[in-house]
């Protein structure tokens, strides 16, 4: 098992871009190509982890307000306590993953309660995708409004689009079954998915990022598909931040823009 982590907090110069990589997986993190034109707590409240494992690919992201402290929460919660598990554990059922991701999200959740403070309430977006090609299975779940897209040979889709509601991690105490309707899910059959793509909504925010965030997924995937495999990811993640940057840059108009990127062997 191996992964790539980034905190914001590790990225706060304008412009700059954070990158690690490792065998099938990738992430990149920016503060942003511009000054963010709202109020913020953090100059960069992002978090991303990308890993691959012998049993599957996992990539999942974190978009904090408030505070940086809970994406980092978020994103550790997954790392430390479940990635293991997820990548190289053993084979479940659909329904059996379903619950695994369910409880994850309420472990998450009262993760990030438990550290708030009258002085830290941050809260959280939170998207993960897990692809376990054992069992056949594609597993996602998504909580606010960053992004998941799966690629295959033929193209890139994005999965798990944002409601008009939009929760977040750190809100309110979750049962499992207030989790269900609060978070979106999906568990499905992995057909000819190589690759895993998350990003947090700094590739997309109005008036900040890029007009068509599939189309620039789209693209940086296509271009990374010519590359060694042991480059491929890197330059998809890096490609994804690239554009985010330049699109705050050109808008005068800044957000905090995180990718992570798995590639599964095939």
Not at 122 to 141: G, H, N
Not at 249 to 256: E, P, Q, R, S
């Amino acid at each position: 098992m191996s992964g790539a982590t980034l905190f914001g907090r590790s990225q706060l110069e304008i412009g700059a871009i954070g990158e690690q990589s490792g065998d099938g997986f990738a992430v990149a993190l920016s503060r942003g190509g511009a000054n963010k034109p709202y109020a913020y707590t953090d100059p960069d409240e992002d978090a991303v982890l990308a890993a691959r494992g012998a049993r599957g690919a996992l990539v999942a992201v974190a978009d904090g307000h408030w505070g940086v402290r809970a994406a980092e929460i978020a994103i550790e919660v997954v790392r430390d306590a479940h990635l293991a598990d997820f990548i190289d554990g053993p084979e479940r059922s659909a329904d059996r993953w379903y619950q695994v991701v369910l409880h994850l999200l309420v472990t998450a959740n009262d993760a990030i309660l438990k550290a708030q403070t009258d002085e830290m309430r941050a809260r959280t977006t939170f998207s993960l995708a897990l692809a376990r090609p054992d069992e056949k299975l594609l597993v996602a779940t998504s909580v606010g409004d960053s992004h998941l897209f799966v690629g295959t040979p033929a193209g890139v889709r994005e999965i798990l689009q944002k409601s008009r509601k939009i929760s977040v991690l750190g809100h309110e105490k979750w049962t499992p079954s207030q989790a269900e309707r609060r978070a979106r899910f999906d568990v499905c059959p992995l057909d000819d998915v190589d690759v895993l793509v998350a990003a947090s909504d700094g590739l997309s925010e109005a008036g900040i990022g890029v007009e068509d965030p599939l189309a620039a997924v789209s693209e940086a995937i296509a271009a990374a598909r010519g590359a060694a495999p042991n480059a491929r990811t890197a330059l998809a993640a890096r490609a994804i931040a690239d554009t985010a940057v330049a699109a705050h840059a050109a808008k005068n108009a800044g957000d905090n823009v995180s990718a992570a990127v798995a590639w599964l062997e095939r």
